[in-house]
């Protein structure tokens, strides 16, 4: 039985969620699978995976094809590294603990990276937010100054009007 690693559609219209699970190559896309490994949502930046990377690691082993989605999601989460470096482990290339400290070092690289996109993007939606309070607070002042010029115009209009009743009031 040819087993695949692979995306299940979830999520409403517009608004997809994925399951990764690994399913038999026959089987519809949203249809029967073996296990669900993690999930994948693309709805938030940066995207949204959780996986469960032993359980990914034992179907790898055993034989199951990743569809290109999915092998790019398993890469991104270090799935297909600690597959490699479990091969090197059994060639004897290197040990157990070489191997895990490897995978522990590139974890915490990824994580460091993957904070400073949250980071910029953070600092990025920021200034925006601060750009467009700087543009409705000029907006607001100048609505203030012309409400302010409107009302010394119509005071003026005003004592003017009464001048001239006063003006004519002397006269009669």
Same mark, same amino acid.
């Given at each position: 039985m040819p087993v695949k690693i692979r995306l299940q559609r979830h999520g409403k219209k517009g608004k997809p969620f994925y399951w990764i699970v690994a399913a038999d190559a026959r089987s519809k896309r949203d249809g029967r699978f073996l296990?669900? *490994?993690?999930?994948?949502?693309?709805?938030?930046?940066? =995207? =949204?995976?959780d996986v469960n990377i032993d359980g990914a690691v034992k179907w790898l082993q055993n034989g199951a094809q990743p569809t290109d989605t999915a092998r790019a999601i398993l890469s991104y989460k270090g799935v297909m590294l600690k597959n490699h470096l479990a091969g090197g482990v059994r060639k004897g290339a290197l040990t157990e603990e070489q191997a895990e400290e490897k995978f522990q070092a590139w974890l915490s690289e990824k994580e460091g990276s993957v904070n400073a996109k949250k980071e =910029? *993007? =953070?600092k990025e939606d920021a200034d925006a937010k601060a750009k467009i309070l700087e543009a409705e607070k000029e907006v607001n002042a100048k609505r203030e100054a012309e409400a302010v010029q409107a009302e010394a115009e119509a005071n003026a209009e005003a004592s003017e009007g009464e001048a001239s009743n006063e003006a004519g009031n002397e006269e009669e």
């Open positions: 296990e669900k *490994l993690g999930t994948y949502n693309p709805n938030v930046n940066p =995207a =949204a995976i =910029a *993007l =953070a």
